[in-house]
């Protein structure tokens, strides 16, 4: 069977090479092609042999991800859904900010999370992505935003990265190395919902990639609401794989916190976040909730409640930050194009 050329990285694909007796600077020049200068078909591969061109279609394939929409927000963010070859869809979503850019990327067609607010769980799970369909999603944000660097990686989009760990892990370090997208490790970020033992698995790794857990609330009871996950690996737990992934990487962890009017932004939620990370060097990354397609179960928050909570955090010495959503014209956050997407299919079958 043919495999997709993106799943090696430049060490691998110089021993396939030499298995088959190409010789081995031809596949420096296919990553530079496929990584450089965004070409993904041997045929344009204009400085290959014909000859060579053909063997390469024998052995290996690259799968292009057909685009299904891309939406445009007014702050210019893009969110684009894929169609894979097995007609599932997927979203990614380039984040421009100034002459930098932020891909972020699925990991999963679907979720099994099915955290409450978060568009993704109410699709059901699929499947897990290979590494080369991580990677061709980078690579088609990056084609289509020639004059901007792609510069940051984030696993935030369909899935979780954690519950995908192999296919993700090689995923990054196929954008990490030099022969292939050059990325720097601690240009990318892991988003998990908090699946405990592998952020422990993760930390032992020996990379220095960023870490974002999904807090989102600071009591067990909250969270076990929000995401059930917490059900599996309460707080106690999760904090413990937080702390040694800290110890072990030397790099600061952030938590995400998303604030949901009404429910999680109090000043006694604020109260129990700031007990919760009392002396640890984590970061707090408040959103305003982005409510997209679920409607009714939760609100945004009113500007009021997310001045008042992080201030209080910052007056408390608490190292947070306000990221005001993006796109949220274009239904950015996770999944939330796919869901518009197939519920229009749904009554178009249905109509
Ligand atoms: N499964 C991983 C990564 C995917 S979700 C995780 O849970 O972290 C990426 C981030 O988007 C998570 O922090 C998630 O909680 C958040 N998110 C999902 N739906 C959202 C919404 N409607 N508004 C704001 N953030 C949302």
Not at 117 to 126: I, P
Not at 143 to 158: C, Q, S, Y
Request: glycine letters at 6%; aromatic letters at 10%; proline letters at 4%.
């Amino acid at each position: 069977m043919r495999e997709d050329i993106r799943n090696f990285n430049q060490e691998e694909l110089l021993k396939k090479f030499k298995g088959l007796q190409f010789e081995s600077y031809r596949a420096r020049q296919v990553l530079e092609w496929l990584y450089k200068r965004d070409v993904d078909d041997f045929a344009m591969m204009s400085n290959l042999p014909r000859e060579l061109k053909e063997k390469l279609g024998l052995y290996f394939c690259i799968e292009k991800l057909a685009v299904e929409e891309i939406k445009t927000s007014r702050d210019m963010t893009q969110k684009f859904l894929f169609r894979l070859k097995d007609n599932t869809l997927i979203e990614s979503v380039s984040i421009p900010l100034k002459a930098r850019l932020t891909a972020c990327l699925s990991t999963q067609v679907g979720c099994k999370f099915s955290c409450t607010f978060c568009a993704s769980g109410s699709m059901g799970f699929k499947r897990n992505l290979e590494a080369c369909e991580i990677i061709a999603q980078f690579l088609a944000i990056k084609k289509n935003v020639p004059l901007h660097k792609v510069n940051n990686v984030v696993f935030m989009g369909i899935g979780e990265p954690l519950d995908n760990y192999e296919n993700c892990l090689r995923a990054i370090r196929i954008l990490n190395d030099p022969g292939c997208a050059n990325l720097g490790i601690r240009k990318m970020t892991i988003s998990t919902a908090g699946f405990a033992p592998a952020i422990e698995r993760l930390a032992k790794e020996g990379l220095q990639i960023e870490l974002s857990v999904s807090l989102h609330a600071a009591t067990d009871e909250k969270r076990s609401e929000l995401l059930p996950i917490n059900n599996r690996f309460p707080l106690k737990p999760l904090f413990k794989a937080v702390e040694t992934y800290m110890a072990l990487t030397k790099r600061k962890v952030t938590f995400e916190y998303i604030l949901l009017g009404g429910f999680n932004s109090s000043v006694e939620d604020a109260q129990s976040l700031i007990r919760l990370v009392r002396g640890l060097n984590v970061r707090i990354n408040l959103i305003p909730y982005n409510p997209g397609p679920a409607r009714g179960r939760y609100f945004s928050p009113t500007k009021l409640e997310v001045l008042f909570f992080k201030n209080y955090l910052a007056q408390k010495g608490i190292d947070v930050f306000l990221r005001m959503p993006r796109g949220v014209d274009i239904a950015a956050a996770c999944g939330q194009l796919k869901y518009h997407v197939l519920r229009k299919e749904k009554q178009n079958r249905e109509a």
